[in-house]
DNA sequence: GATACAGTACTCGGATAGTCTGTGTCCGAGTTCCTTGGG
DNA sequence: CCCAAGGAACTCGGACACAGACTATCCGAGTACTGTATC
């Protein structure tokens, strides 16, 4: 099981986002996390398509959260970039082969997906609880409360 | 996010496996739930090299569960098939850019990475506590428990 | 009749092609700002 | 001095190559059974 890597990188541009009151292009937040500007840019057009962030174009263009960062999950940024599709698909083997399960007794999901379905839940719901605000006040933690500010100042120089 | 389609064969293929005493050949068990033979034989071999599955060869030779079916959780088969390693990996940004973060200083994890750290630990936790042994049960309660009797009985014959 | 041996059929195991989803990149369409000319 | 129009620079957006991994397959190595010849 593997996720894109561009889920990492939207997870820092939406951190970043959350701190700029202006527009960022997509130049600029590659620039910060030394990422290829071309790809990260697919990945915050994912993002806008899901409604995360919204585009201006222009000289003063660039990206902006839509919300509050507070109102901003985590599962929906991985969402946006990684699709919603759940991580296992069940290909319905019970109806296959010599001892072939009848369409019509399928009603119900095979009982290896449900075991599966219920634990993509947990993992969505862990990742539910946890918006970037909350990331950010994290990230800021860490470093002993500079690392917000200092991203606040980068973006507001030049 | 997507898991190899390998691991629903080799938990189907656990399942019919805790209803055998004697060994099963791989072609036996591709026969059965309509799976390319060799590659299902490829994935009971990701099963034997983690030690979930033991594999006999010669005329009567198969594979037969090394434990019972009770001690054998999803999460272990999954992770024999699909590998251990965690779906999100931190390349970390933090230590990249403009306002890199000197390594000294990222003796924790990143708050991204532990984020995600977390709903990992929620999805292995969910799949640890069901073994095959619940698979069977519950694929046995949907089919008005005639379902495991019918593999016992086609294992059997020929 | 019992036993040892050779042959055979069947099994797994790793090494080998094909294909499909990411990964990374590029250039064109559109928008905003700035400059400049006129009133 | 104010306003409007044109140009230029910057932005996003979708279309285009490249790569690695999953998917699928094959053939060789090894083992247990079976039949036969011998004692």
């Known amino acids: 099981m593997k996720m894109t890597s ?3 990188w939207a997870l820092h541009a ?14 600029r937040l590659a620039e910060l996390h030394g990422t290829p500007p071309a790809y990260l840019a697919k ?14 174009a222009g000289q003063v263009g660039g990206y902006t959260l839509t919300r509050p960062a ?9 969402q946006a970039v990684d699709g919603t599709e759940p991580a296992y698909r069940c290909t319905e083997i019970r109806q296959r082969g010599p001892l072939a399960v ?7 999901s095979c009982a290896i997906a449900r075991a599966m379905a219920e ?5 969505s719901r862990a990742l539910s609880r946890i918006t970037i605000a909350d ?6 933690a860490d470093s002993d409360g500079t690392a917000m500010a200092d991203v606040r100042g980068w973006l507001a120089a030049v």
């Open 135 to 140: 990331l950010a006040r994290g990230i800021d």
């Open 102 to 108: 009848p369409a019509e007794k399928c009603e119900r």
């Open 119 to 123: 634990a993509q839940e947990a993992w």
């Open 43 to 56: 990945q915050l057009q994912s993002l806008a398509r899901a409604g995360i962030v919204t585009s201006t």
């Open 14 to 27: 939406c951190v970043t986002l959350s701190q700029a009151a202006d527009p960022v292009p997509a130049a």
């Open 6 to 8: 561009g889920v990492e």
């Open 70 to 78: 507070t109102e901003v999950t985590v599962l929906e940024v991985v």
